[in-house]
């Protein structure tokens, strides 16, 4: 199990980013969340397979087809054992 963080800029919210990202994320067997910041940049948490990891995150630097990523920040962070994949609002 791997675990990650990605912080996604550009034009990332209002084009449902998040709505998309958790679509994706539930279809590769990903656990974790996703939030808007206060930034603009949307932050992400996932856990999961290695495999399923690298398409997951291709998928995240270009998002959905309104979204427009211009930087796609990973970083490994600490499995936190989440049991599904959630949009949160704050």
Known sequence: MKAIQIT??????GV????????VADQL???????????GTVLIHAEGNQLFMDDFIDWCKF????????????EDIEVKNYRNFEVLKK
């Open 8 to 13: 996604v800029s550009g034009r990332v919210q």
């Open 16 to 23: 449902f980013f998040r709505a998309s990202t958790k679509a």
């Open 29 to 39: 067997g990903m656990k974790g969340f996703v939030k808007n910041q206060a930034d």
């Open 63 to 74: 998002g959905p087809d309104d979204a427009n990523v211009t930087d796609a920040k990973i």
